[in-house]
């Protein structure tokens, strides 16, 4: 549910899209920022919600925040919901 909730939200669900397509290497947080048109501090709160739900990561870089997508989580509720589909169309 998590997850979900994370990426309900159209900032967020742009920062992980965007994160994704820059796997491997991610980007630093002040590019993230710009890319989606909001403030370094206006993406805290959404960096820390992404980080809670297990869909980005974090490391320091010298000066800058480097945030890296995570896929796992998005992948088992890409699963779940798959199955359950599934299972609707066959009743």
């Not at 992980?16 to 491997?24: I, K, S």
């Not at 010298?62 to 896929?71: L, P």
Request: hydrophobic content about 45%; aromatic content about 4%; proline content about 3%.
């Amino acid at each position: 549910m998590q997850v979900m909730s994370a990426l309900a939200q159209a900032t967020r669900l742009d920062v992980w899209r965007l994160l994704v397509e820059r796997l491997p290497d991610g980007m630093p947080a002040g590019d993230v920022a710009k890319a989606v048109g909001l403030s370094k501090n206006g993406m805290s709160p959404h960096f820390a919600i992404l980080s809670a739900a297990g869909l980005i990561s974090s490391e320091k870089i010298g000066r800058s925040i480097v945030y890296k997508a995570k896929t796992a989580a998005a992948e088992e509720l890409s699963s779940f919901l798959s199955a359950a589909c599934d299972k609707g169309r066959q009743s």
